[in-house]
């Protein structure tokens, strides 16, 4: 088969003209920062949820730092993380001064479960950042029966808009602090931003303060309503973390084409089921990555060297000189230079995976024959080694 042309990037965003005329009409409305839009945003993606209240921020970085901080995470407490994700989950445990705990993964989950997480409990851990790896929701019922009461669990759902938890409710309504992420690559893509869902309104109002700076009010309250005068009240030091109303124009419309942009990428998968299963018998994708309950923002699979007669790095450059975007998710964080200090002795499954996994290109923007592409070149690279 011969090498198509362009580059198929992994995980590009699918716009419609619907989102560009959404920009346009806020850019012509004249108020560009937080205001009506991303209000309507909050309440629409609520209502989507099922959740009482969402809180819209720059990224989910943000929001994974302020749901630690709100959750009483200080100066020297631990923070279960596990180490294949990215450094978002670790990093925020960092700026509150806290410590990362790495913890290890399920071989073929490839995420966190109860076990690994309770094998890493201190009697300083606070909190468990717990990451919905690739789209796979953790059983978070099970990790809060598991574990002692005065460990808050924050839930980095940056991968699971979409996702079931195992009971199939939806991620985002347990009642946990659960953070979104809107990155350009994500499955409701914004170029940048962030969400926190939950269910307590009290704390809600203080995430909409700490989000612009500690303020009583904001910006837009004061705009819609010129008799109040002068700037609001700042009692406490809060952050620049806040979205934008051109951000939200784009998720808004995002959020309508959502259940049909989660349907295609159900179907693009079920189209990788049908290609490889057939030929490719021995290949591990992550437990649970074809069926509706995952979100489906990482297709990874297992190319164990010895079922594939390469190493992982040179199938993933093979595939990039045929035009693939495959990509590896996640370099493992306790072995780079920045955690050295929070290394743990061991995390035997995190390391005999983490050479070896390997993303397939997914997304909205993708097309049942550039799934087939895919399939192609991969079978023919493993067929000119064997
Ligand atoms: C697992 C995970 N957590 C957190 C983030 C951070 O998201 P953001 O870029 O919106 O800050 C990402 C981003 O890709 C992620 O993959």
Redesign the pocket.
Known sequence: MSIRETYLPFGAPNYSEAEIEAVTRIMRSGWLGLGQETLSFEAELAAALGVDEIVAV???????FLALRESGVRSGDDVIVPSL?????ANVALYLDARPVFCDVDSDTFSMSVETVLASLTSRTRAVVV???GGLAVDVQALRRALPERVAIIE?A??ALGARYPDGSVVGSSGNLT?????A??NLATG???AIALGDPTLANRLRSLRMHGMDSSAWSRYVKPSTIGPGVIAELGFKMNYSDLQAAIGRVQLQRFPEMQAHRQALAERYQQRLQAELPWLKMQEGCFTPMHAK?LLVGRFDPEKTGMQRDDLLKALRLRNVGASI??APLHNMPLYAEYKPPVLPVTERLAPQILTLPIGAKLEVADVDYVCEQLLEILKEVR
Do not use: I, Q, R
């Not at 720059?58 to 994974?64: D, E, I, P, V």
């Not at 953070?179 to 990155?183: I, K, V």
């Open positions: 720059n990224s989910c970085t943000s929001a994974l994700t990215w450094c978002s989950s990451v919905h790896y980095d940056a991968h953070c979104f992420s809107f990155y690559n994500k940048e931003g962030g923002h998710h996640y």
